[in-house]
């Protein structure tokens, strides 16, 4: 059916390597642009890749010219070049996304709710966000930004300098500090066909600003979730271009507000592989070439998943391989620098309390109560 058709990445990492994996089983080939030549995308299959920045314009049209088909693993990607290539999700909305001001400034347009932000062109500009909407409040990178690096939170007044250089004081932005009680995330796909369908919404919870735990289903009340869902997918239909889309979100005592969106398969989403019918990535790539949607419900009660963080990745997944229920999944990378996402363990369990069972024996994790 699929078999003779090519898809080209944009970026080689772990996303792209799990991407290849849901593809292989398709008989979909998938090829891969990224400047290290032993990333863990290009590691799992014999086809040539291409070495070379997905910032290239160069670059991306040569990768162009060997596939049928572009999609990225990455935003921050040339979107020049891609206006006139084919690639899903689109240009334009690549290039709304990757800049998180263009970003705020399309949601906020089209009626999703945001935290209060603004545009800075200087300190001046920074003071000023600091006095009207009060301090704590985030300074943040408008391009380029994961894991929290281009964040900064900015105390005070007297720490407004402070954060403007520590963040190079370039294309900059403000945001609101929001007192959020939990962190909700959904995976929204819309096909070329037009076709829809959102996966249950997730509780994550961050450690020094980069995702640490997936709780599957997040343990919400049923009135929040189904707000969620609805204003995630009210968000990505603001967007055009087929996909998988990852949507960040806040709760907070006064309602749900949009954090970010990412224009592809998302960490939050890796528990869709051990515990949903058809995976983030496998959908994503039924999106893209107009295939039918795969059912987004989860084939397990309760899934959770953890983050493998620099150094103690191998410890804990070899603690891993005796929890019922456990799955790792190991991305290839060489140096396990602190910090860095090495790879994922996902747990499954027949209830919420098995689950919470089976992550203590993984490591001293939070856990969250069970509705
Ligand atoms: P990634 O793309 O890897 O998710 P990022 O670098 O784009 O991360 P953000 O999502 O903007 O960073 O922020 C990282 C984390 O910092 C959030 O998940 C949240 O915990 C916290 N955070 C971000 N913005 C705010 C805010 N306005 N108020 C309170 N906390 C925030
Ligand atoms: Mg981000
Ligand atoms: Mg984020």
């Not at 249950?200 to 450690?207: A, D």
Request: aromatic share 6%; net charge neutral.
């Amino acid at each position: 059916m699929t078999s003779n058709l090519t898809v080209g990445v944009l970026g080689g990492g772990q996303l792209g390597r799990m991407f290849i994996e849901a593809a292989h089983r398709l008989n979909v080939k998938v090829v891969a642009l990224d400047p290290n030549e032993n990333s863990p995308a290009k590691q799992i299959s014999g086809l040539k890749h291409m070495h070379g920045s997905f910032k290239d314009s160069e670059a991306v049209k040569e990768l162009s010219s060997q596939v049928d088909l572009l999609t990225i693993e990455i935003e921050h990607v040339d979107t020049e070049s891609l206006k006139v290539l084919n690639v899903q999700p689109t240009a334009k909305t690549i290039g709304i996304i990757q800049d998180k001001l263009v970003q705020k400034e399309h949601l906020k347009s089209a009626g999703s709710p945001v935290p209060e932000f603004a545009g800075l062109d200087s300190i001046k500009d920074a003071v000023e966000f600091g006095q009207k909407h009060g301090f704590p409040y985030l300074l943040k990178c408008r391009m380029g930004a994961y894991d929290g690096r281009g964040n900064y939170v900015v105390k005070s007044r007297d720490h407004v300098e402070e954060a403007w250089n520590a963040l190079g004081g370039k294309l900059l932005y403000a945001e609101k500090f929001v007192p959020f009680t939990k962190e909700l995330a959904i995976m929204v796909v819309r096909s070329v066909t037009g076709e829809i369908a959102s996966y249950p919404v997730v509780e994550t919870v961050q450690k020094d600003n980069i995702c640490h735990l997936v709780y599957a289903p997040a343990q919400i009340d049923g009135v929040v979730a189904q707000n969620a869902a609805k204003i995630a997918r009210e968000a990505i239909n603001s967007f055009d271009g087929a996909g998988i889309y990852g949507v960040e979100l806040f709760d907070t005592p006064d309602g749900i507000l949009v954090n970010e969106i990412a224009p592809r398969p998302h960490n939050s989403g890796h528990y869709t592989i051990d515990a949903c019918h058809t995976s983030q990535f496998e959908n994503h790539l039924r999106a893209i070439l107009g295939l039918p949607l795969g059912s987004t419900d989860m084939k397990v009660p309760a899934a959770l998943m953890v983050n493998l963080l620099g150094p103690e990745t191998y410890e804990l997944t070899k603690k891993s391989l005796v929890i019922p229920g456990a799955t790792a999944h190991l991305y290839g990378k060489e140096e396990a620098k602190p910090g860095r996402k090495m790879g994922h363990i996902t747990i499954v369990a027949d209830s919420f309390a098995q689950l919470q069972s089976r992550g203590a024996m993984l490591a001293d994790i939070k856990t969250i109560k069970p509705r």
